[in-house]
């Protein structure tokens, strides 16, 4: 079946510019995570959805950095005036459930954003 | 604070030796803890996870690792390398209860495996 997809799979854009960085998760998968990878601060998480609600969002950097999801499925990261130090690989991943067996997150391929 | 702590950068090992890579962890309460592998411009691919139960966790591709609480460790192992195994390994936690239910992984260690 089809895995969580990501969209763009890069992205250049100039210092100051908005972004907005697309995930679909596996059909039927009710969390959704975004992390962060970079070469300095390995892999770090963003934020996790349950549904459209997003129940902890202490990962996000700064109030540049903002991300929803509707229809409980699609969700959008979206980085206002970027800066340089925002060049990383943005991973989203998906779980069924948050319990037990249901837990496991599958992660997409990911988003390089490059912040000239 | 919970952590992960993957105290090799890299590993190498000949193609057909068993290879391990270690992870340990520090966590206030039981932990879940999962291996993922990550292959060059790809994302994470998930390979095992313990939750509970048999200390010894068989995963994909004839991955195993073994939950170790004395030694709050939780090393990948493989009884027989494959060049195809050269990847980077990252460890990760998740503490039971957490209401976050986020992934707190370690820094990665790079495998070679050579022919």
């Known amino acids: 079946g089809a895995g969580v997809s990501q969209s763009p799979s890069n992205k250049v854009t100039e210092k100051g510019k908005d972004v907005e960085l697309r995930c679909d998760p596996i059909s039927g998968h009710t969390a959704l995570y975004w992390y962060r990878q970079s070469l300095g601060q390995g892999l770090e998480f963003l934020i996790y959805?349950?549904?459209?609600?997003?129940?902890?969002k202490s990962g996000l950097p700064s109030d540049r950095f903002s991300a929803e999801r509707t229809g409980g499925s699609v969700s959008t990261l979206t980085i206002q005036r970027t800066q340089q130090e925002d060049s990383a690989v943005y991973l989203c991943?998906?779980?069924?459930?948050?319990?037990?067996?249901?837990?496991?997150?599958?992660f997409g391929p990911g988003t390089r954003l490059t912040v000239l | 604070a919970q952590s992960v702590a993957q105290p090799e950068d890299q590993v190498n090992v000949a193609e057909g030796n068993p290879l391990t890579v270690k992870c340990t962890y520090s966590?206030?309460?039981?932990?879940?803890l999962f291996w993922y592998v990550q292959y060059p411009n790809r994302g994470l691919q998930f390979l095992l996870k313990?939750?509970?139960?048999?200390?010894l966790v068989k995963g994909s591709y004839g991955f195993e690792a073994e939950f170790n609480k004395s030694q709050t460790s939780f090393h990948l192992k493989k009884p027989s390398a494959l060049v195809s195994d050269s990847a980077l390994y990252f460890c990760?936690?998740?503490?039971?209860?957490?209401?976050?239910?986020?992934?707190?992984f370690g820094s990665g260690t790079r495998l070679l495996v050579r022919p």
């Open positions: 959805f349950q549904g459209n609600s997003a129940p902890d």
């Open positions: 991943a998906s779980s069924l459930g948050v319990t037990g067996n249901s837990d496991t997150q599958y």
């Open positions: 313990y939750i509970t139960g048999d200390n």
């Open positions: 990760a936690v998740r503490v039971r209860g957490d209401s976050s239910y986020k992934l707190i």
């Open positions: 966590v206030s309460g039981n932990p879940y």
